[in-house]
């Protein structure tokens, strides 16, 4: 008898300290940006002396998400490019265009960040105010001298997407 | 209907994370290191581009200026889906105007006709 009692109390007392166990699961939430190329743009080639990102013109613009882990904590900046990174050897000036807007948003509200860009130069700062996923759209256009045609080869040009801490 | 399937969409992109550079903390803290008038701090960066293999570090002051430094790497060889810690060392004489340090991807040159897209992130010191 005392030796069921015993193991009883025994058992009762290894269960109690079964449920004492803790099991912790921890993370850390710190603000972070992303940058995510989806597209690389596509120069295409309409006139002997255009390349451009236009769809129309044979193109295909660059996208690029951004991915905000904790609102208002970042800027984003996108050069886009006024010269070629690699291309056949051009004796005549190169007029540049280009610009970014922002295309999808994962929250509504994002759509502001197009209204309150800041331009200068080639370059396009947005603000981050809110976490979430914005894709912007970065078009370029590249004219060779005047209305010359450009040399055979394959060119390339830069577009740079930063996210500086506010 | 279409914004609400648009921030679905978004949200599934989000959670899944893919492709991505990224680099924290946001503002990393300078502490005295191990050599004497020295100063570290660590931040951690994560290569999810499938298309970058290479970050190069770079520490600037609140003018975008070069400020000299010190780390293992200058340029980090990170392959995709992969994550590193690296130490950044500044001298003292700098800890005051030291502002950003940032890592920029390094891309091949292209043998298509393409704009390539360079990413760069920087953390702000925290004073």
């Known amino acids: 008898m005392?030796?069921?009692?015993?193991?009883?109390?025994?058992?009762m007392l290894s269960a109690g300290s079964a449920l004492a166990i803790?099991?912790?699961?921890?993370?850390?939430v710190q603000p972070k940006c992303s940058i995510w190329t989806e597209t690389s743009g596509v120069y295409g080639h309409p006139l002997p002396y255009k390349l451009s990102t236009t769809p129309a013109d044979g193109g295909v613009k660059a996208s690029i998400r951004v991915d905000i882990a904790q609102a208002d904590y970042y800027k984003t900046k996108f050069t886009h490019p006024n010269?070629?990174?690699?291309?056949?050897?051009?004796t005549d000036s190169v007029a540049w265009t280009g610009s970014t807007v922002v295309g999808a948003v994962?929250?509504?509200?994002?759509?502001?960040?197009?209204?309150?860009?800041?331009t200068y130069n080639n370059v396009t700062e947005f603000d981050m105010t809110l976490a979430g996923s914005t894709w912007f759209t970065v078009s370029s256009t590249a004219s060779y001298g005047s209305t010359k045609s450009l040399p055979a080869g394959n060119y390339t040009a830069m577009i740079v997407a930063e996210c500086v801490a506010k | 209907m279409c914004s609400k399937i648009t921030i679905v969409i978004g949200f599934v992109l989000w959670a899944l994370n893919v492709q991505a550079h990224e680099m924290t903390p946001a503002y990393p803290k300078l502490r005295p290191s191990y050599i004497k008038n020295v100063y570290i701090t660590e931040l951690k960066?994560?290569?999810?581009?499938?298309?970058?293999?290479?970050?190069?570090?770079?520490?600037?002051?609140?003018?975008?200026?070069?400020?000299?430094?010190?780390?293992?790497?200058?340029v980090i060889r990170l392959k995709t889906n992969k994550y590193k810690t690296f130490e950044v060392y500044?001298?003292?004489?700098?800890?005051?105007?030291?502002?950003?340090?940032?890592?920029?991807?390094?891309?091949?040159?292209?043998?298509?006709?393409?704009?390539?897209?360079?990413?760069?992130?920087?953390?702000?010191?925290?004073?």
């Open chain 1, 2 to 11: 005392k030796i069921k009692t015993l193991t009883v109390i025994g058992l």
């Open chain 1, 22 to 28: 803790d099991s912790p699961i921890s993370g850390t």
């Open chain 1, 83 to 90: 010269s070629f990174s690699s291309s056949p050897t051009l």
């Open chain 1, 106 to 118: 994962s929250v509504a509200a994002m759509s502001a960040y197009e209204a309150a860009k800041v």
């Open chain 2, 45 to 74: 960066i994560f290569n999810r581009r499938t298309d970058v293999e290479y970050y190069s570090i770079d520490v600037f002051d609140n003018k975008w200026k070069p400020v000299a430094f010190a780390s293992p790497n200058k």
């Open chain 2, 90 to 127: 500044i001298r003292s004489i700098d800890v005051d105007k030291i502002t950003y340090i940032c890592t920029t991807s390094k891309l091949f040159k292209s043998k298509e006709q393409v704009t390539l897209v360079s990413s760069r992130i920087c953390s702000k010191i925290k004073k």
